[in-house]
């Protein structure tokens, strides 16, 4: 499960992914898994979302990752002063064993502010971020014409 938080900063997460298999459920993701992580004020571009990606580099924590609250197991770099850092981006593996089987999937996401999950690349879930096209089209409006 790829995952990018946005927004100020995501105060904390975990990614439960219940699966229903014949009628039984499968966490593949629990609360406290480890996760790959980066909160070094850098973007990654968009070749960390695919599932390729090498993120050997990238620190790894336990989840919930975040911070300020008492139940979050990695506390996340926060910048400081004037210097915050408003993105962190996660990326967890792991594996479905009999993918033709699953009839349903379950997301859990805690999050503060916003965040977008990603899966095998592709976007599945946004909240309290704006896309992209949002972003310019509200710069545009904002900045109207020279007065």
């Known amino acids: ?12 997460t975990f990614l439960c992914v219940p699966l229903e298999i ?8 629990p609360t406290n898994a ?3 992580y980066l909160d070094a004020g850098v973007d990654p571009g968009v070749a960390w979302r695919a599932p390729a ?17 008492p139940f979050v197991n990695t506390m996340l770099n926060l910048g400081s002063g004037t210097n ?4 962190a981006y996660f990326r967890r593996t792991f594996i479905v064993p009999n993918a033709a ?4 999937l379950t997301m859990r996401l805690l999050r503060d502010d916003g965040a977008v999950v990603y ?6 879930f946004r909240t309290t971020c704006p896309s992209a096209r949002e972003l310019l089209d509200a710069g545009h409006e904002r900045g109207g014409r020279d007065r």
């Open 84 to 87: 915050r850092l408003l993105t």
């Open 34 to 36: 480890p996760w790959k």
């Open 53 to 69: 990606f090498d993120a050997s580099y990238w620190p790894t924590g336990l989840g919930p990752l975040g911070y300020g609250e």
């Open 119 to 124: 899966l095998n690349g592709t976007e599945l």
């Open 1 to 12: 499960m790829l995952a990018r938080f946005a927004g100020a900063l995501v105060l904390a």
């Open 101 to 104: 089987a699953i009839t349903g």
């Open 22 to 29: 014949r009628a039984q459920t499968v966490s593949l993701i």
